[in-house]
């Protein structure tokens, strides 16, 4: 609706209203409308959800259309963020905010810092995303008003082009309110639990709910060992959860992203139920790891499944939680990624633990030849050291590929004591290689960044983004970045460990995964 029209809707009530509301301003009416354009969190949830919903469908026809996602813990470090982003881009187009339960965990419990296992209360997401809501709403209010009264100014001057452009950007103005991603953890409980709170969380503003399959009780950190899955139909009810919460409330296109730790996970806590051969249980249990039993009188109150005509007994430790088969992380993801997929989730998340390029494009591989459209959301960590993982994988490419990689020790490129690299000959925009002589070692050290013009940096340069959208099918992004930075698009990378947070621009980035190309030139973000 344009400014004249709520101009005229808003005298129109007042007229009718007659002599004791002469004092009210349409005006000022309209302009407060204007104003508060969402009245509640199921206005911004419904809002925010197409928005998103566009994106992905932009994504579909354009792969470099990806989305960022910023993470936050605080209204006012989330408002500060848009409004930098906005002001330098002069657009929030697919940029998100993300809730995330470790931050939440570390930094929004009554119980003070808390690790990430689920240990906080539930109502502290909600209470986040309706407090980040009020002061997006208020940028909104803030930068408005400030067009307002440049408008009575430019009257005032009898200024009509210039009072005509200033209504032009009232009309066309894009609000700070933009999606939330909100981390639900494991539901917080059974299916029952996860419904309740997710309907706290969509009243609230949210319209994507990410949601992971470990256990509730049981959750850990994404990045940390000891992770126990559930079963797919145990997951699958808390997706329906999920869900059932949005349609009941009226976002019908509210987004669901689906988190696998099974690449970590190495236990389970219960043999999945199986109706027959080949079912989704089947599956699940079939990458259990289990003995024959030849001799029942060794049966001590064990559990025992049926599989190929024998009698297998799987390995249950002290805790009560069942193992699974070693080396069977990955084919795990992938069934839950497809299983997910086909069962309602719009989105993926695979929790990896290090930051590798070819670990996570092969599972994409594999779930994209089942579901083609399958959208990654990729988990650009602070608790990785980024640039010392990918001097290894450039190591680990060039070596691949045939090059001479003798003068250079591989672990030793996990060192960040690195002194400012010697330049062999002038660098291309291409490609740069990078000996960096160690004082107190022999040898030397190489990093690859095919990314932009090179000049001697501050120090050893890293495997670019233009490399890893190249390789993995997806856009990637810093995971901590100042506003300055995040607008150059540059990368900046940190490290954390799984306690309180330490820097005020954490972000984990959301966009989903594009069809798997390998141009002879990479293309840059």
């Not at 930068?143 to 082009?161: K, N």
């Not at 709910?209 to 256990?215: A, C, D, K, P």
Request: hydrophobic share 40%.
């Amino acid at each position: 609706m344009r400014y004249e029209h709520h101009l005229a809707a808003a005298a129109a009530t007042i007229d009718s209203a007659g002599a004791p509301w002469r004092g009210i301003d349409a005006e000022a009416v309209a302009r407060m409308r204007l104003q508060n354009r969402f009245q509640s969190g199921l206005d911004i949830a419904r809002h925010t959800a197409k928005v998103m919903r566009a994106d992905m469908a932009a994504f579909d026809a354009d792969p470099a259309a990806y989305t960022q996602s910023l993470g936050c813990w605080h209204g006012f470090i989330g408002q500060q963020k848009i409004i930098s982003i906005k002001k330098h881009f002069g657009t929030t187009k697919g940029r998100y905010l993300y809730l995330s339960g470790w931050m939440v965990a570390a930094l929004r419990s009554g119980f003070g810092p808390l690790p990430d296992q689920s240990m906080h209360e539930k109502t502290s997401v909600p209470a986040l995303i309706e407090e980040l809501y009020t002061f997006l709403r208020q940028a909104d209010a803030r930068e408005l008003g400030m067009i307002f009264r440049e408008i009575d100014a430019a009257r005032a001057a009898g200024d009509t082009a210039k009072e005509g452009d200033l209504l032009e950007r009232v009309d066309t103005y894009e609000s700070h309110v933009v999606p939330i991603i909100a981390d639900i953890d494991a539901g917080f409980g059974n299916a029952e639990a996860t419904y309740l709170l997710a309907k706290k969380m969509i009243e609230a503003g949210a319209c994507a709910l990410q949601i992971e399959n470990q256990v509730s009780d049981e959750k850990q950190c994404g990045h940390q060992d000891g992770k126990v899955t559930v079963p797919h139909e145990d997951f699958l009810a808390k997706i329906r959860a999920c869900r059932y919460a949005f349609l009941e409330l009226g976002v019908e296109n509210g987004i669901i992203v689906a988190r696998t730790d099974s690449l970590g996970a190495s236990l389970t806590k219960q043999i999945a139920f199986s109706r027959e051969a080949g079912d989704i249980g089947d599956q699940y249990n079939a990458f259990l790891d289990c003995e024959e039993v030849t001799d029942l009188s060794t049966l001590r109150g064990d559990v025992v499944i049926e599989r190929d005509g024998r009698l297998m007994r799987p390995k249950r430790l002290p805790s009560n939680l069942f193992q699974f088969r070693e080396g069977t992380g990955a084919d795990r993801c992938v069934l839950d990624c497809i299983t997910a997929l086909q069962n309602g989730a719009d989105l993926l998340w695979i929790e990896t633990e290090k930051p590798h390029i070819e670990q996570i494009a092969s599972m994409v591989d594999r779930i994209r030849a089942v579901v083609p459209d399958a959208k990654l959301v990729y988990n650009n960590s602070p608790s990785f050291n980024w640039t010392l993982n990918f001097r290894q994988q450039v190591y680990d490419a060039w070596a691949a590929e045939g090059r001479d990689v003798s003068a250079y020790e591989r672990p030793a490129l996990m060192r960040s004591s690195m002194t400012p690299p010697i330049w062999p000959g002038k660098p291309t925009r291409e490609s740069a290689i990078s000996r960096v002589k160690r004082p107190s070692e022999p040898g030397s050290s190489i990093t690859s960044s095919p990314c932009r013009p090179i000049t001697p940096p501050r120090s050893p340069p890293m495997l670019c983004q233009r490399s890893i959208s190249a390789r993995l099918g997806c856009s990637a992004t810093s995971p901590a970045c100042s506003a300055r930075k995040f607008a150059r698009g540059l990368p900046a990378f940190a490290t954390r460990t799984c306690r309180a947070p330490t820097s005020a621009t954490t972000t984990k980035n959301i966009f989903p995964a594009r069809p798997r190309s390998r141009p002879a030139a990479s293309t840059t973000r």
